[in-house]
């Protein structure tokens, strides 16, 4: 309730042949988007304060958010301080009041656009050049009302960003045969590709009238400005493909690139590629009589990447209020690198391609190994150093897997068709390598569980607290009878899926088409922070127990060895259990209806009543 969402588009295009040879191509479209009172997602959004809400509260009684809308206003102690269903002036929110007292609006307006000449040479010779661009404004209204549960006094938050794109390039084409049997098609081209984006922050907090929410009638004001950022790439390209007899391909290609991000000696990458690939259906079988197609490929392809902008050299802010009204220089978290390198991607592949009786049994197989050295990543170091983390090249990920679709279609007809296909394939990911010194790196932390990637392991390892046990492997409780929880984090599982797969069928009859997919994610572990809260919350359905008597656990108390004989209530006991990661870690295996369709094709019956 009360969220909106307004499109518009405008497009235009132009086409016109100035001669037999020359022609040109040009598009704008305009396209506008009003967000009113977007849903907050996370811990301040409504569901988190609704999951959290204890279960005998009736919702309606919550309408009443504010003294104005009972009855008797002056029973409350403040006239505008929200209501929660814990009372007045604290900091449990009321949804009623995020929904209609808090704002989170946002307007966008885009401008994309390009202009294309091409030219054509002669029957096998053309080119063309073009240039596009894309500007993008935001403009964001973050307001918590006067009254809000966390800022009583109120807050107002503005955000202004630009983001724009430029690219222009051309392309030369050759498509020509050198021999009857020899095709050759070659593009050379080149780009030159400019990003930038510049911000701006305003927040406003203590308004002076409470019941006008503007920036100027607050009396706090803070202000960043995030000046204009920019980042370049030009590029030289070519790509080649040779074609023989139509039964064999070979295709390669080499891109260099120089980027703005990097320094003078780094900045220049190239990187390669070759594919090649061959039909053998009308050696092993000329007359077709049962194989319609076979083909083998192979490829290998290197990919570079540099980082984003202003890496290099270290810059020191000037807070906007500093220590003793002083003007000071407020040094950087992160150490960057004046000798950063650009990433690199190789990879490998081989596959086959192959199509039966009359195209009644098909498949595809692929099996790849990609290689990802010299990650451009931030690495934590100790607190001695003066940063948080160093930007380095670090270390090498490698991934292998397999992809398999096998396909055919059992029933066909004049006037019914029954395609069916499955598809499996399974990734291997692993960390080889990170720098000297470091086997793991943190991707991210929540609670008592991280994400990290560990060397020898997987990208994607859960590590996270455990009961906390004995040398004998027994649970220990503390002296009050708590649940213990352990100092160290173990490795209890992976986010990666073991496998994932899925079945497609499609039924044709006649102009009707019919078609679901089922898809399947088999293994892989995942973290629930939701049931976490739910638990320590006393609002989840396994927190009933122990309500009524509470609990002595089962355990040995750790100061004394002996078995524990304490009792605690089931408040204390799920306050516990919920710091203990691995209680909340879960299969994450499922299996989705994933798609339906059902679709009728106009055209025969439109080509009959025309004829």
């Given at each position: 309730p009360n969220s909106t969402l307004d499109n518009h588009n405008f497009s235009l295009r132009a086409l016109a042949n100035l001669s037999e040879d020359f022609s040109i191509d040009a598009k704008a479209t305009y396209f506008t988007q009003e967000v009113n009172n977007r849903v907050n997602m996370g811990s301040e959004g409504i569901l988190a304060y609704l999951y959290t809400m204890p279960r005998n509260i009736g919702l309606d009684g919550l309408k009443k958010y504010k003294p104005s809308l009972w009855e008797d206003p002056s029973m409350f102690p403040n006239e505008y301080n929200v209501i929660s269903y814990a009372g007045q002036n604290k900091s449990t929110g009321n949804p009623y009041w995020m929904l209609n007292e808090d704002k989170n609006d946002e307007r966008r307006n885009r401008f994309m656009g390009f202009a294309k000449l091409n030219y054509e040479f002669t029957d096998w010779l053309s080119a063309f050049v073009r240039?596009?661009?894309?500007?993008?404004?935001?403009?964001?209204?973050?307001?918590?009302n006067y009254g809000h549960h966390f800022f009583p006094s109120g807050r107002i938050t503005l955000t202004e960003n630009k983001f724009t794109e430029i690219n222009s390039d051309f392309l030369i084409t050759a498509n020509k045969d050198i021999t009857e049997k020899i095709n050759f098609v070659a593009n050379v081209g080149g780009s030159m590709w400019k990003s930038?984006?510049?911000?701006?922050?305003?927040?406003?907090?203590?308004?002076?009238?409470?019941?006008?929410?503007?920036?100027?009638?607050?009396?706090?004001k803070l202000a960043t400005y995030q000046p204009l950022g920019m980042q370049k790439i030009n590029s030289l390209y070519g790509a080649f493909n040779f074609e023989y007899d139509d039964f064999m391909y070979l295709d390669?290609?080499?891109?260099?690139?120089?980027?703005?991000?990097?320094?003078?000696?780094?900045?220049?990458?190239?990187?390669?590629?070759?594919?090649?690939?061959?039909?053998?259906?009308?050696?092993?079988?000329?007359a077709r009589d049962f194989l319609n197609m076979f083909k083998l490929r192979a490829s290998w392809a290197q990919v570079g990447n540099d980082t984003s902008p202003y890496q290099l050299y270290q810059t020191f802010s000037v807070p906007s209020q500093g220590y003793l009204g002083l003007t000071v220089l407020e040094g950087p978290s992160v150490k960057l690198n004046p000798d950063l390198k650009p990433e690199s991607v190789?990879?490998?592949?081989?596959?086959?391609?192959?199509?039966?009786?009359?195209?009644?049994?098909?498949?595809?197989?692929?099996?790849?190994?990609?290689?990802?050295?010299?990650?451009?990543?931030?690495?934590?170091?100790?607190f001695s150093t003066g940063y948080s983390t160093f930007l380095e090249n670090v270390g090498e990920v490698e991934n292998k897997g397999i992809e398999v679709l096998l396909g055919g279609v059992p029933v066909r007809t004049e006037d019914f068709k029954w395609d069916i296909s499955v598809n499996f394939s399974k990734n291997e990911n692993k960390l080889v390598e990170l720098i000297d010194g470091l086997d793991y790196t943190v991707l991210n932390s929540l609670?008592?569980?991280?994400?990290?990637?560990?060397?020898?392991?997987?990208?994607?390892?859960?590590?996270?607290?455990?009961?906390?046990?004995?040398?004998?492997?027994?649970r220990l409780v503390s002296v009050e009878g708590y649940p213990l929880v352990s100092s160290e984090r173990v490795k209890l599982g992976n986010a990666q899926p073991n496998w994932i797969g899925g079945i497609s069928n499609t039924f044709q009859y006649n102009d009707w088409n019919l078609r679901f997919l089922i898809d399947a994610r088999i293994g892989g572990q995942i973290y629930s922070a939701t049931s976490t809260y739910l638990d320590a919350a006393g609002v989840s359905e396994r927190s009933l127990q122990f309500r009524e008597e509470g609990v002595v656990v089962d355990a040995i108390n750790e100061s004394t060895g002996a078995q524990n004989t304490e009792q605690i209530t089931a408040q204390q006991y799920w306050g516990s259990m919920s710091g203990i990661a691995s209680n909340y870690i879960y299969d994450q295996t499922n299996i989705r209806f994933r798609e339906f369709s059902l679709s009728y094709n106009f055209a025969s019956v439109c080509v009959t009543w025309y004829m």
């Open positions: 240039i596009g661009g894309d500007v993008t404004n935001v403009r964001t209204e973050y307001l918590q930038s984006f510049e911000g701006s922050w305003d927040q406003g907090a203590d308004f002076r009238i409470p019941s006008r929410a503007f920036f100027g009638n607050t009396n706090q390669i290609t080499g891109r260099n690139d120089w980027s703005s991000t990097l320094s003078e000696d780094n900045r220049s990458y190239f990187y390669p590629s070759v594919s090649y690939a061959i039909l053998l259906d009308q050696f092993i079988d000329p190789e990879s490998v592949e081989l596959g086959l391609e192959y199509s039966l009786f009359a195209n009644r049994l098909y498949g595809n197989l692929s099996v790849y190994k990609i290689s990802t050295t010299d990650m451009i990543f931030r690495v934590p170091v100790p609670g008592g569980l991280s994400v990290r990637a560990e060397v020898g392991g997987g990208i994607g390892d859960l590590y996270g607290t455990v009961w906390k046990t004995n040398e004998n492997g027994e």
